[in-house]
């Protein structure tokens, strides 16, 4: 019961070609009297076959529906913690509020492998890619269902829809109507206040809504965080056969972040975010809609540190303290260029001053901008087709990061279309294929192909394969990171650089599945095993050969003192290029089980055979490489939420999630399994049209967690311990 | 059909004589037509088979706008079809055994004529809210929380939904409006905490203003709709069961034959006996329902039905 291709087979449109009118129906007064023609007058065709999403049973790929059910039953807070509940999924939180998804691993602390949409609005970022799941926030109350597609499908849902796609669906503004006030007080100081209210006025509903949260994150590290958001979201209807959906937004963000270290050192971050999105939708006929729409996301990341001066991070080197103060930075000075020089005349000959490091490693700004026309139609009762052509525009500016004050722009060009073709009635071949064209790079193409046989109404099997690309980021592409003496005049050490022009990433998966739908049961169970093969990996490597500006020197001598200087922060560069390779074969599968309306129980597990490879670095001409790839992957993901209500309003929900032992790539450390156990008890009470939710959620009950870092100096950090929640809903 | 009219109404009224029937309508949309013709041709077939005196009846067919009204004193029984035509009948004809079929039941026809003193018999076209509860039982045993929407002074409806439920073993989940804006935010409520949506005649709840959200929100949730005519199936609902022209036309005829054969009418006032029932295929592909043939629906109501008859 789901769409797998947002272009085409996707509720939302549907919502959107007729907004809500109950406002416009006839008051109480003028109702006509009820005669026969009351019963034999045609109405509108409302969910023509056209309209109609896709059903799970039909889709190619493997996909997870997590539901308002799934939802409500879950302990989670924040959308990264929900999608733990999808077999194969990696979360980690890198900081209180920061997280990074990725699927099948292999990702820092910016997963580049999955698209992420909402609504239909990628909220993909342009420069470091991932998705800045923080400044996104949805109020869990105001998602509607998650699907998130395992596996590549850029055929549907364009470039980077790599390993997969999360696809989420919110609440339309005329479903929630009303007030929510919601109280959420817990572990870490966390305080966090959301209101909206939703109405419709003439021809438009729309919901308003804010939030604030604030919290002190991991014990043991400075990764507080607050954060404000306001959204508004409408849908204007025109007529019976046009509407035009608007959804705007917008985030701050004050984050602490970093870690003990001279280069790595606690600081704020202050972030904003925000999105404008506005689509048409015109139903031509039953058989025939199309859609036109534009939106435009902004995301920036102040981030700037200014170090103590040269000569005071000197003094608190180690093998210097036994030395007076004011003599360590001529030690220092002398010990490094053999006597030659004392630290005076060490800054001259290197042509240095006594200044402090500035740099930045996330400050930036990025810019999305996308407009796309889309048409669906039917040929004839058993085809379904959807084709149509976008346009983006991905801009990126930070000196910091990429070394230019202009802007690095990136314009792309898409053609797409799938076709869902029922063959025989119990045949169902969906054929999909995109044609990207990025600004600098050569046009890619993928593919999708994939056949259901349904061998019963409640049995069916799945055979697909699809290719998908990912071009590499502004960031990968355009990376110029350093560390600069007093000013961005002055670069003194170069730590990130692109020295290439990179391939996008290739991925291919071929996958055979089972999807039973027992309905009368309430049982669905799906079953997948899958062969995918990751090519030209964008590796982050360190190249020792890559040197450091020679500040002007050309005195042999002080230029080897200045290398060996430069060495202490760091020897040559980090740069990129097209080298892993990743092969898997799992296996997967989940069920959703519900006796009952009142019962839930969800399963999910995947288990990965995985080999491959990447570059570790290159020094001397000599590339190093590791076999490694299953350590950043873990081989295991196991998740289970079981919730019962019981008459008096009362819900009781467990959950239970692990993750194998893995290395988070990029900052990340190799970190044992993660095994989660959370509870959720609420209470509902209804009196006179108004609902009250209370709630106690407590997570992880039952030992300690490392995410995502492992460093137990000087204390551990990023630690789960057990945390409790208490929040209080109203609706009125 | 306007010519077919024409050459029914001139033809019977040059040969209108005792035995005749005529059969009135209140317009000429298909509707009409269809179950005018379809009692015509039903009740000679069955009459034959009975041989009944009614096989060599003959049919007039006429519109009340072009009704010879001193003619039709002559007739032995007049079918009016459509609240129209039952309302001149019981003003104009009063004097003649009047069947009038085609009518809502929430006309209020009955308890606003004479009915009680009349000549007049009433046979509604709405099924029984039990029997789209039956429909529900059918489609799934997984639908116990049923969600409907009335009036707040619809007490009549609510009574039978609960009784129906409580013999389905079923859970109704009643939203009661007292005015279309509110059908929004009663629908939302309900949607939280139903299986299935049922849609109980009501013009202030679902009018073609309504009917499109109400469809849109639903579908939105994942929850299949139960519509109460063949329209609301086509619009989008998942199934409905209702009277089509074919159900009328037959209850009909089998009065006409009771009529006859010298039997009374069972009842001044009649709910449908028969129904048919629509399924929406395309939508319950979309929610991943099993799609269920009509008929083996129907055989599954009348088993249903049969074992609340014996229960």
């Known amino acids: 019961m789901s769409h797998t291709k947002y272009r085409s087979f996707q509720i939302i449109p549907i919502g959107l070609f007729l907004a809500f009118q109950f406002s416009h129906a006839r008051s109480n007064d003028d109702i006509l009297a009820v005669t026969e023609s009351y019963f034999y007058d045609d109405l509108p065709v409302v969910l023509s076959a056209s309209r109609l999403a896709q059903s799970q049973s039909n889709t190619p790929s493997a996909m997870t529906v997590i539901d308002k059910k799934m939802i409500r039953a879950s302990a989670a807070l924040n959308l990264p913690d929900l999608l733990r509940l999808v077999p194969g999924f990696t979360v980690g939180f890198f900081a209180g509020t920061s997280a990074t998804v990725t699927y099948h691993g292999h990702a820092d602390e910016y997963a580049r492998d999955m698209q992420v949409l909402i609504d239909g609005r990628s909220v993909y970022d342009p420069v470091f890619g991932g998705i800045p799941w923080t400044e996104i926030y949805l109020s869990l109350d105001e998602i509607l269902r998650i699907e998130v597609i395992r596996g590549p499908n850029a055929a549907a849902y364009g470039s980077n829809s790599y390993a997969g796609v999360i696809n989420i669906v919110t609440e339309h503004p005329a479903d929630l109507t009303g007030t929510m006030l919601s109280v959420t007080t817990g572990y870490g100081k966390t305080r966090f206040v959301e209101a909206a209210h939703a109405d419709r006025v003439g021809r438009l509903d729309y919901r308003l809504s804010t939030s604030y949260k604030e919290g002190e994150g991991f014990d043991n590290r400075d990764d507080s965080s607050r954060t404000k958001w306001l959204k508004l979201d409408s849908d204007y209807n025109i007529d019976l056969n046009n509407s035009i959906r608007t959804t705007l937004g917008v985030a701050y963000g004050n984050y602490d972040e970093g870690l003990p270290g001279l280069l790595s050192q606690e600081r704020e971050l202050d972030n904003q975010y925000n999105y404008q999105f506005v689509e048409w939708n015109r139903v031509l006929s039953e058989k025939s809609k199309v859609s036109l729409q534009f939106y435009h996301n902004y995301y920036s990341i102040d981030d700037l540190n200014r170090t103590i001066s040269l000569s005071q991070q000197i003094s608190t080197l180690d093998l210097l303290q036994g030395f007076d103060e004011s003599l360590r930075a001529d030690i220092f000075a002398a010990t490094l260029s053999g006597g030659a020089y004392d630290f005076e005349a060490f800054l001259n000959a290197l042509n240095l001053t006594d200044s402090p490091m500035v740099y930045s490693w996330l400050g930036m700004k990025s810019h999305r901008y996308d407009l796309e026309f889309e048409h669906t139609f039917e040929p004839s009762d058993n085809l379904r087709i959807v084709w149509g052509v976008g346009a983006r525009h991905d801009r990126g500016e930070s000196y910091w990061l990429l070394q230019q004050d202009d802007p690095i722009s990136r314009d792309m060009y898409r053609l797409f279309l799938n076709a869902e073709w029922y063959a025989t009635p119990a045949t169902v071949i969906n054929l999909g294929s995109m044609l990207e064209k990025f600004e600098g790079k050569d046009h890619v193409f993928s593919p999708r192909l994939g056949i259901n046989q349904h061998l019963t109404p409640s049995d069916t099997i799945r055979i697909s394969g699809s290719r998908a690309y990912r071009m590499p980021t502004i960031y990968e592409d355009n990376s110029h990171v350093s560390l600069y003496l007093d000013s961005q005049d002055d670069e003194f050490n170069t730590w990130v650089i692109s020295t290439e022009d990179l391939e996008p990433e290739q991925i291919e998966r071929i996958e055979i599945g089972y999807f039973g739908h027992y309905t009368e049961y309430g049982v669905n169970f799906d079953l997948c095993l899958f062969h995918e093969e990751y090519s030209y990996i964008i590796d982050q490597y360190v190249h020792f050969d890559i040197a450091d500006p020679d500040r002007g020197i050309t005195d042999p001598f002080a230029l080897e003192v200045l290398s060996q200087l430069q060495g202490f922060y760091q020897n040559g560069a980090f740069t990129y290029t097209n080298f892993g390779e990743v092969e898997i074969d799992g296996i997967e599968f989940e069920i959703d089980f519900r006796p009952t309306n009142r019962d839930l129980i969800f399963l999910g597990f995947s288990y990965l055979d995985i080999s491959g490879n990447e570059l570790k670095r290159i020094k001397d001409g000599v590339a190093s490489f590791r076999e490694n790839a299953e350590e950043k992957i873990p081989k295991r993901t196991f998740s289970l939420i079981a919730s019962h209500s019981f008459d008096d309003g009362f819900t009781a929900s467990g959950a239970y999630y692990f993750t194998d032992e893995m290395e988070w790539p990029g900052e990340g450390d190799a970190v044992p399994n993660f095994s989660r156990l959370d509870l959720k008890l609420n209470k509902h009470i209804e009196f006179s049209g108004n609902e009250i939710d209370i709630s106690l959620i407590l997570q992880n009950l039952h030992n300690e967690n490392f995410d995502f870092f492992q460093n137990e100096d000087p204390d551990p950090f990023n630690v789960w311990e057990r945390r409790i929640y208490l929040q209080a809903k109203a609706s009125f | ?311």
């Open chain 2, 1 to 311: 059909m306007v010519l077919f009219l024409g050459i029914l109404v001139s033809a019977g009224s040059a040969c209108a004589k005792d035995n005749s029937i005529l059969i009135l309508l209140s317009g000429n949309e298909d509707v009409y037509l269809d179950v005018a013709t379809t009692i015509t041709n039903s009740t000679i077939k069955l009459c034959r088979n009975r041989n009944l005196a009614c096989q060599d009846t003959n049919f007039e067919i006429s519109q009340i706008s072009s009704l010879d009204n001193p003619l039709a004193h002559n007739y032995r029984l007049i079918v009016t079809l459509g609240i129209k035509a039952a309302v001149y009948a019981e003003k104009n004809l009063a004097n003649n055994l009047i069947l009038s079929a085609l009518i809502p039941q929430n006309s209020n026809i009955f308890s606003v004529s004479h009915a009680n003193d009349a000549n007049q018999y009433y046979f509604y076209l709405d099924q029984s809210l039990h029997r789209s509860m039956v429909l529900i039982s059918a489609l799934s045993d997984r639908f116990k929380n049923i969600g409907v929407m009335i009036s707040d002074t619809d007490d009549t409806s609510a009574r039978q939904l609960e009784s129906s439920a409580s013999k389905l073993d079923l859970k109704l989940h009643l939203e009661k409006i007292n005015s279309s804006k509110h059908v929004g935010t009663s629908l939302s409520r309900l949607l939280h905490s139903v299986d299935i949506l049922l849609a109980v005649p009501d013009t202030k709840i679902h009018n073609k203003s309504t009917v499109s959200n109400i469809l849109i929100s639903a579908y939105r949730k994942r929850i299949p709709l139960i519509g109460f005519s063949s329209a609301y199936v086509k619009a989008g609902a998942l199934a409905a069961v209702y009277s089509s022209p074919e159900d009328i036309a037959y209850h009909v005829r089998d009065n006409i034959a009771k009529i006859y054969s010298g039997e009374d009418i069972e009842a001044k006032e009649q709910t449908a006996k028969y129904f048919t029932i629509l399924f929406n295929s395309e939508v319950a592909r979309s929610l991943d329902f099993p799609i269920k043939s009509e008929s083996e629906l129907t055989d599954k109501m009348v088993r249903k039905s049969k074992d609340d008859d014996h229960d």
